[in-house]
């Protein structure tokens, strides 16, 4: 199975329609949707529509904390991102809304994890963003394979036979062998807002039968994603960051 792995949306039209164009002919068999489909950008509607259209089709979709915050307002956020969500709300249809508060928190598909952020507390929202904060997935799953987002920033861990964590390179592009001796945890990077230094949108495709997990990164309009941003008024920060990527 061919699963594609996208996640931190963050209702960026141009960026999640290149990715699935980018993904059309890659023998696809599966989505997994990591969370977060709204926040920071400027086609909410649109993003959640899609994200809906591929879970009628058999896509997998969890919650992101954006995605929860659309029904919980108490949600921690830092002010940009709060004032987005209040944006976003009233724009949402009723269905739309009740689609992001019903995603569940976590996915397991055999010895395969998906979750938002950490997975020792998927509801907390925590940052796996070194190899010390990569320990306490690994301690609360027993999953072979761990796929999260909420970071912006592709990262790969394994542990080993020896419960030692390291952190791994990743070729662009290319596949990585997913050895069996060890456990993996990847942060896949954002479609919709990198911030990696580079303003691609980023995704990964894994492949079980081959055990391979390839990170990609795929070019948008990002220009008209700003245009959109500074048109309805929202945050200049949010245009930079597209920009830079940063």
């Known amino acids: 199975m061919r699963i594609a792995i996208l996640t931190d949306i963050h209702a960026n039209r141009e960026a999640f329609q290149s990715v699935l164009t980018d993904l059309s002919d890659r023998g696809i068999d599966r989505y997994a949707l990591l969370g977060d489909i709204v926040g920071y950008g400027p086609d909410p509607e649109w993003c959640v529509d899609r994200a809906m259209e591929l879970v009628a089709a058999g896509a997998w979709c969890i919650k992101g904390n954006h995605d929860s915050a659309i029904a919980n307002p108490a949600e921690s956020l830092n002010i940009t991102a709060r004032r987005i969500v209040n944006w976003t709300r ?15 928190l976590t996915k397991q598909l055999d010895d395969i994890l998906f979750v938002h952020a950490s997975a020792n507390d998927p509801a907390d929202w925590n940052y796996v963003s070194s190899e010390t904060r990569a320990i306490g997935s690994f301690e609360v799953s027993k999953a072979r394979l761990i796929f999260c987002g909420h970071c912006h920033v592709p990262t790969l861990f394994s542990e080993d036979l020896g419960g030692r964590i390291k952190q791994q ?5 290319m596949a990585i062998p997913l050895i069996r001796t060890r456990r993996w945890l990847a942060v896949i990077g954002s479609v919709g807002q990198p911030r990696d230094g580079e303003p691609q949108a980023a995704y990964a495709i894994l492949d079980t039968d081959t055990n391979e997990l390839t990170f990609r990164r795929i070019a948008y309009d990002v220009s008209a994603t700003v245009s959109k941003i500074r048109r309805l008024g929202l945050p200049e920060s949010l245009a930079i960051r597209l920009n830079t990527g940063a």
């Open 90 to 104: 009233p724009i949402l249809s009723d269905e739309q809304r009740e689609f992001l508060d019903r995603l569940p």
């Open 169 to 173: 390179r990743i070729p662009p592009g």
